[in-house]
């Protein structure tokens, strides 16, 4: 079955370390995104891909960093200088560019310990 | 509009009757418009779709109402279970060539036994 796949589901982050989340499809799409949710809150984007070997920032990219080196995967860094990284990833992938709507995976967990 | 780490608004309904949810689009030129349901710790997951030639569209128990008069969007659940208890977010396309969509600040449904 196609789909999209977040790992690990929980992840604990000393402080100043760097921790890589990983997000795969194989749904064929071209675009791919991250999201971050806060508790009680929306989704607030952090960097997307419409393309391999392209990518842009959204709103909140700041202490984050991304890679798209193949179709099937879009990692999601949380760098140490990223102030407050606790909060639930979202990882989202869609085609046509996203336009018709996302799949999205079931979340990583993120806690700085 | 955009979801801006907003606390959800939240919408209290008795098991078995109707709730209506809302939601406020932005761009008047979205010609695709997305209903996604999010359980407590999970990504969210499509519920129904429509676009901007169509009004009224049904799935099973749910209708989504659109007003592109006045930008409006509705996702309507009938006869509401304790497992229509979740986060409501809605999307919207932008208009075409637009490279992600536009969430919504969400709405968290609570089904009381």
């Known amino acids: 079955d196609g789909g999209i796949t977040q790992s690990p589901k929980y992840l604990f982050r000393k402080e100043g370390q760097n921790v890589t989340l990983s997000c795969e499809q194989n749904?064929?799409?071209?675009?791919m995104y991250w999201y971050r949710q806060d508790p009680g809150q929306g989704l607030r984007l952090i960097y997307y891909s419409q393309i391999v070997n392209d990518f842009q920032k959204g709103d909140i990219a700041e202490g984050y960093s991304v890679s798209r080196e193949k179709k099937e995967s879009f990692p999601l860094t949380v760098t140490s200088a990223q102030k407050n990284p606790t909060a639930f990833y979202l990882c989202?992938?869609?085609?046509?560019?996203?336009?018709?709507?996302?799949?999205f995976g079931s979340g990583t967990r993120l806690t700085v310990v | 509009g955009e979801s801006v780490g907003l606390h959800l608004p939240t919408l209290s309904v008795q098991e078995g009757d109707n709730s209506i949810i809302n939601c406020a689009y932005s761009?008047?030129?979205?010609?695709?418009f997305i209903w996604y349901k999010q359980e407590s710790g999970k990504g969210p997951q499509f519920i129904i779709d429509?676009?901007?030639?169509?009004d009224k569209r049904q799935g099973q128990r749910v209708t989504v109402l659109l007003n592109k008069t006045v930008k409006h969007l509705s996702l309507q659940i009938a006869a509401t279970q304790p497992g229509d208890s979740a986060v409501y977010f809605c999307a919207e396309s932008g208009a075409q060539g637009a490279q992600k969509l536009v969430f919504g600040q969400g709405t968290r449904l609570t089904i009381n036994p």
């Open positions: 761009n008047s030129a979205s010609d695709y």
């Open positions: 989202a992938s869609g085609k046509d560019r996203g336009f018709y709507g996302y799949t």
């Open positions: 429509i676009r901007s030639n169509m």
């Open positions: 749904l064929n799409h071209d675009a």
